[in-house]
């Protein structure tokens, strides 16, 4: 009757388009009529020499024969493997239009399984390679139609989320991407055919991976029909590679090949030996011994004790997350919870696949482990324990009704007893123990010695009970709740295990990063070698050290306020005063040379217009110029040659670069402000500032005392002279100005000073008479200070732009000569200079009458 409602259901699905694509009729598979399984690899569907016949597990007849690939064959799929680069077929900056397409091909193939025919015939290949209940196939072909919805579209492009962080500097991130392995492996079980390996091939798919995916040969056939479905969605057969047969031929390509990551869902003792084989590179999600505690609430009775029955017989308990230890409260067994699971337990059938053949473990391994069981004191046996009756299953398969053994928990915990109590027996067998409120203690000391870590359920809703068993133990997915399970995981949240670094997941964005991309951080950006950029940020005082003045400098360029720099960069400022001249976008310097690049051609064009020459236009835009006259000025030597319109930037600059300029200081006195002391400039230039104060032979106080080197010391009769006294400390002017006088130099600060603190300049060389012994003291050599400092002179005011102050009259030369001349020449000498300044006094006279 079976046979011939599936034959009624694919005769009908095959009538609406699945024929189109399908290579496989769940219906008609037989001994009489097998199908053959395919490999693929680089892109073609390929036969091996050798096959392997597939038993039907409900009657034993070879109803599929699959490929048994030898070693000698392995060679395409070991240079299809060597030929994935590290880096993948796609990455976020290799091909990132895969992740559009990938997200295309997964909405047609969710939209393919949506159909009511395309469910059914997915749900019947499950059924016929490993048989359960329809509820449970279907539900499997569910499962995987949402995944396949929950990425489509952009959720693919989505995976591939990365993060920056902000450097220390501009030009300066630090990226996280998620990147692909680039060659992998995929082996899968038999228990879950569609929704194991598609979920995680896919997901492999998603990173940009290039998978070789062995699946369990009892059930590749399932996997084929998806990856054809896929093909008549878009997807390249290029794609993966898919070798069919045995485990120790796969196990020769990856030795071979070297893939960069495996996931392995299976046995707990191969993933050990895989996980030392290939030194780790492995993500595990293997045995399960999943137990459900059943708190002191007793509530919902009958949903828990269909759950509980659910999650132990289920596919014939095939399922990694199975029910294998039940720990049940006083108060469960008190209210009839063993006779309630005898009872659910009893109607399942061999009919409606509600329990069926068991496809890795035989009737006598099963029914052998009960017996061991039942020899622990106390034990015994709660319902099953015996072989279906009335059936065909195979021999090299198990057949057993649904059975549950209890043992006592204080005898559970001995140690000649855990190891066999705690034994997974992937079929539908559990363990089935009891435990009171002083008890949770040793139900907690049971869950911590248990080694396998999958799926947990703590069935309650005193929260205090679930919290103290949650945070007590360790396994991976876990539920908690009055309606708590261990099974029926759905697309909606993360399955696998814990407790191992190297568990792997299903299901989720956050498993698929974790599987199939690896961390790839980007290293800091940074800028090619050169000049360290302009760094600006909210405040120039929040760059890199080192960068700060040439923050502010872009500041003002950008003519944007910071406080910052006002306050510790004064000097870069222009003093209050009239508006200056409007500078041009284009800022013309010494040269065009030195403008802002891209802006050469556009400054040499103004330099044409107003007729004035640079070489460097000459040179490269010669066509904008007419042949130079021999009296046209080369720009660059003066701020004077650049355009009118750029002289007032172009001597900004010049102070900027400490560039003297004699037309500069002419015509933009504001732009130098005298400073006293180099303790008064910019922190940070104090040193420059003392090493010019050096060179111009200045003296100052500050540098003198903080940098010594600059300076020799200087004689007794050493004056300290500079471009001008008004420059120099204010204890070192009245000597300056004495020099000045001496050396017949004109200083407008000196003339401005008052009598009593300024030397006055000697008379012109034609009002002078002839040599003689008094004239040595019109200009003598300055003297050493005296002890007690001269009195300051005031602050020198801005120089006028008028002419210079006529000189003062000979009395107050006099007087200023007495301010400098030291006590004992000014007591030996007063008289004979006295009588001198008479005499030239009329001699002056007499000029004046004869003018």
């Not at 109803?63 to 990455?91: C, L, R, W």
């Not at 630090?174 to 979920?199: A, C, D, K, M, Q």
């Not at 014939?316 to 209210?335: P, V, Y």
């Not at 066999?420 to 079929?427: D, K, L, N, P, S």
Request: aromatic share 6%.
């Amino acid at each position: 009757m079976l046979a011939s409602h599936a034959v009624r259901r694919q005769a009908h699905s095959l009538a609406r388009g699945v024929a189109s694509w399908s290579k496989f009729n769940p219906a008609a598979m037989s001994g009489a009529n097998p199908a053959q399984v395919s490999n693929l690899v680089c892109g073609e569907w390929v036969q091996s020499e050798k096959t392997i016949a597939v038993p039907d597990p409900l009657n034993g007849e070879p109803f599929i024969t699959v490929p048994d690939t030898q070693v000698y064959e392995i060679e395409p799929f070991v240079d299809s493997m060597k030929a994935t680069p590290k880096s993948g077929m796609h990455n976020p900056f290799k091909n990132p239009e895969r992740y559009v397409m990938w997200g295309d091909v997964t909405a047609r193939a969710a939209a393919e399984l949506r159909r009511p025919e395309i469910e059914d015939h997915f749900a019947r290949l499950i059924q016929r390679t490993s048989p359960k209940s329809y509820a449970q196939a279907s539900g499997e072909t569910r499962v995987t139609r949402k995944f396949l919805e929950n990425f489509s579209g952009d959720q693919v492009r989505f995976l591939a989320r990365g993060f920056s962080v902000p450097g220390d500097h501009m030009g300066q991130q630090s990226h996280g991407y998620r990147w692909p392995y680039g060659p992998v492996t995929l082996i899968t079980p038999f228990n879950f055919p569609l929704e194991i390996p598609v979920l995680q091939l896919m997901g492999a798919l998603y990173m940009g991976n290039k998978p070789l995916v062995h699946s369990d040969h009892k059930v590749c056939l399932v996997l084929e029909e998806f990856v054809r479905l896929l093909h008549h969605c878009g997807m390249s057969l290029s794609e993966l590679d898919i070798c069919n047969g045995r485990g120790t031929t796969v196990n020769e390509i990856m030795a071979q090949g070297h893939p960069r990551s495996t996931l392995f869902t299976g046995s707990k003792a191969v993933a050990e030996r895989l996980a030392q084989q290939f030194h780790g590179r492995v993500f595990l999600e293997d045995a399960g011994f999943d137990w459900k505690i059943l708190g002191p609430d007793v509530h919902e009775f009958d949903h828990v004790a269909w759950q509980c029955d659910q999650d132990a017989y289920a596919c014939s308990g095939q399922k990694c997350s199975a029910q294998s230890i039940l720990f049940m409260h006083d108060n469960w067994a008190e209210a009839g919870l063993e006779k309630a699971l005898a009872q659910r337990a009893s109607t399942r059938k061999l009919e409606d696949l509600t329990v069926g053949p068991v496809l890795s473990v035989k009737t006598d391994t099963m029914l052998a482990h009960a017996q061991r069981l039942l020899q622990i004191p106390g034990a015994r046996l709660l319902f099953g324990g015996e072989e279906l009756t009335g059936h065909s299953i195979p021999e090299q398969y198990g057949a057993i009704k649904p059975t549950a053994v209890f043992v006592p928990l204080n005898e559970l915990l001995k140690e000649e007893h855990f190891e066999v109590a705690t034994r997974e027996i992937f079929g539908p067998f559990q363990v089935v123990t009891q435990y009171g409120d002083r008890d949770v203690p040793h139900v907690l000391e049971a869950c911590e010695r248990m080694e396998a870590h999958l799926t947990a359920a703590v069935v309650s809703n005193d929260i205090a009970f679930v919290q103290r068993i949650l945070g007590s133990t360790v396994n991976g997915t876990t539920y908690a709740g009055i309606r708590a399970r261990t099974t029926g995981a759905p697309q909606n949240h993360w399955f696998g295990p814990a407790g191992d670094p190297r568990a792997a997941g299903i299901g989720t964005p956050e498993a698929i990063r974790l599987v199939w991309s690896t961390h790839r951080p980007d290293a800091a950006i940074v800028p090619a070698p050169g000049p360290a950029p302009e760094l600006l940020g909210a405040s120039c005082s929040t760059v890199t050290p080192g960068t700060n003045r040439a923050c502010c400098y872009t500041k003002i360029a950008d003519n944007v306020t910071d406080a910052w720099c006002k306050t510790t960069y004064p000097n870069l400022y222009k003093p209050a005063g009239p508006a200056p001249v409007p500078s041009p976008p284009v800022l013309v310097g010494a040269s065009c040379a030195t403008v802002t690049p891209g802006q050469n051609e556009a400054c040499c064009k103004r330099k044409a217009a107003d007729n004035t020459v640079d070489e460097y236009c000459n040179v490269n835009f010669p066509e904008l110029f007419t042949p130079a006259t021999p009296g046209t000025p080369i720009v660059g030597a003066s701020c004077s040659t650049v355009t009118p319109t750029d002289s007032a930037q172009c001597c900004q600059t010049k102070v900027e670069e400490n560039t003297e300029d004699a037309y500069c200081r002419e015509q933009f006195p504001q732009l130098y402000p005298v400073g006293s002391s180099c303790a008064t400039v910019t922190p940070g230039d104090n040193e420059a500032c003392c090493e010019r104060k050096a060179a111009d032979n200045t003296a100052d106080e500050y540098c003198a005392q903080n940098f010594p080197a600059l300076f020799a010391p200087p004689t007794p009769d050493t004056p300290i002279v500079g471009a001008s006294c008004g420059t120099v400390t204010p204890a070192d002017q009245a000597a300056c100005c004495s020099q000045k006088v001496a050396e017949n130099v004109a200083d407008d600060f000196c003339a401005e000073l008052p009598l009593d603190a300024s030397p006055a300049p000697a008379p012109e060389a034609a009002l002078v008479p002839s040599p003689s012994p008094a004239v040595d003291v019109l200009a003598p050599a300055p003297a050493p200070e005296p002890a007690a400092a001269p009195e300051p002179a005031p602050a020198p005011a801005p120089e006028p732009e008028a002419a210079p102050a006529a000189a003062p009259a000979p009395a107050e030369e006099a007087r200023a000569q007495e301010v400098q001349t030291p006590p004992s020449a000014a007591s030996t000498k007063q008289l004979p200079t006295s009588l001198l300044f008479c005499v030239l006094a009329g001699v002056l006279a007499a000029a004046l009458l004869v003018a």
